[in-house]
């Protein structure tokens, strides 16, 4: 079955910087464009980043020239590198990947910037 295990979430300081990883399995990873999305306290979803099978990527504007998503497809891994950490970035962290029009999600990992 889809699987979407992700790590890496943590507390750092302003400025800091936090690497995400996203283990997928159960899927022909390679063929499939991976998603990172975040959560904060009182807000909605948002999509942070997005890469293709082909390694194409696009992210939202709020973390541009921020944050590198990028994935090894030997590995199924999709990572998500966070520098010039700010409080607004606090959140969960969630990776996601369509499958046949269906939604798969990991559990999530909480990332907290704070002095």
């Known amino acids: 079955q889809v699987q979407l295990v992700e790590s890496g979430g943590g507390l750092v300081q302003p400025g800091g910087s936090l690497r995400l990883s996203c283990a997928a399995s159960?899927?022909?990873?390679?063929?499939?464009?991976v998603r990172w999305y975040r959560r904060a306290p009182g807000k909605e979803r948002e999509l942070v980043a997005s890469i293709t099978s082909g390694g194409s990527t696009v992210y939202a504007d709020s973390v541009k020239g921020r944050f590198i998503i990028s994935r090894d497809n030997a590995e199924n891994m999709v990572y998500l590198q966070m520098n010039s950490l700010k409080p607004e970035d606090t959140a969960i962290y969630y990776c996601?990947?369509?499958?046949?029009?269906?939604?798969?999600w990991g559990q999530g990992t909480q990332v907290t910037v704070s002095s």
């Open positions: 159960g899927f022909t990873f390679s063929w499939y464009q």
């Open positions: 996601n990947v369509v499958i046949v029009f269906t939604d798969y």
